[in-house]
């Protein structure tokens, strides 16, 4: 869907630092971590290779870590949430737990993304149950513009997010989380289901239903935001 693709969320310029400062690589014991030796690290999954080097210390991996994994957590939570600030507050728990977790991070695991989706999208649900199915106001959700942008474009860009956002906020917690996984974050299914501990079939469901329900919700705004396909 052309709604879903075409948006996404922009994280706070200040949050990479803020977690990048909580990324204080734990000492680890020399004839522990040096036995990991690289040919143990799970291939297919680099990013896991660089949770390696940072759990023996490499504050360049830290680095890195914090760049790649800080828009994925942000982007997500922003999408299910609607609000920036407890996005905000949702990736940096979760890359905290992240960094807690990494010296004991074993070859064989879920790929590293799929376990920060899956803490992601828990403390999203936490959230979403403690303040019930309220929603935060549009107007309330600060998005940086992009300065190349024309005034007539970042109204525009602006106006499909808002409405987005508005018709993510109606749909069911699992719902929104299994579109904005699939459709917006571009995730396989079978990695979806990992993450939302269900069925490969149930993630199907989800995201049929969900794309329906947003259909139907932006229906009657297509033209007046510039939508002419499907």
């Known amino acids: 869907m052309a709604m879903m693709t075409a948006i996404k969320s922009r994280r706070p310029s200040n949050l990479m630092a803020r977690a990048y400062l909580h990324c204080m690589p734990a000492p680890t014991s020399s004839t522990v971590m040096n036995e990991r030796a690289s040919s143990d690290v799970d291939r297919d999954d680099p990013v896991a290779a660089l949770l390696s080097r940072y759990a023996q210390g490499d504050s360049a991996a830290a680095r890195l870590l914090t760049i790649q994994l800080t828009p994925l957590a942000y982007g997500h939570a922003f999408r299910v949430l609607g609000d920036a600030a407890e996005a905000e507050d949702v990736a940096q728990e979760a890359l905290m737990r992240l960094w807690k977790v ?48 024309s005034a007539a474009t970042k109204l525009q860009h602006k106006a499909r997010r808002d409405a987005l956002q508005s018709a993510l906020n109606v749909l069911p917690e699992r719902q929104r989380q299994a579109v904005v996984l699939r459709h917006i974050d571009g995730l396989a299914n079978s990695e979806i289901a990992t993450i939302l501990d269900v069925s490969i079939e149930a993630v199907e469901s989800l995201t049929a239903r969900g794309k329906q329900a947003l259909a139907k919700l932006l229906r009657g705004r297509r033209d007046a935001l510039g939508y002419d396909d499907d």
């Open 102 to 149: 990494a010296p004991d991070w074993r070859e064989g695991d879920a790929k590293v993304s799929t376990w920060l989706y899956r803490v992601v999208a828990n403390l999203c649900i936490d959230k979403l149950r403690k303040r019930g199915r309220g929603t935060i106001p549009l107007e309330d959700i600060a998005e940086p513009a992009d300065p190349t942008e």
